[in-house]
């Protein structure tokens, strides 16, 4: 091996060519979470990921996270709380 070739190069290129861009994530994020404004921002040395509700009585209302899957369970459980509020307030 010449003494100027990283051996994890290759596996972090690997790596990066299956993982998602920030583009690509943030755009998947949106289709899924149409009720939230999604952002991505880069600020001391890493990405975040900010999703900001469009309506002031959702909760939560703001999410800050470096992790787009931790986002994505987030907002999952406040749609599965705002489907269950909606459903026991209809049956009333």
Do not use: C
């Not at 209302?61 to 986002?71: Q, R, S």
């Amino acid at each position: 091996m010449a003494p100027d070739k990283n051996p994890l190069d290759l596996g972090a290129r690997m790596i990066a060519w299956r993982k998602p861009s920030l583009d690509d994530e943030l755009e998947l994020l949106r289709d899924e979470f149409p009720d939230y404004e999604l952002t991505v921002e880069f600020g001391r040395d890493r990405y975040r990921y900010i999703s900001g509700s469009r309506r002031l009585d959702q909760n939560p209302h703001t999410v800050i996270t470096g992790d787009p899957d931790e986002l994505r369970d987030i907002l999952h459980r406040a749609q599965a709380a705002e489907t269950a509020r909606l459903a026991s307030s209809a049956s009333e």
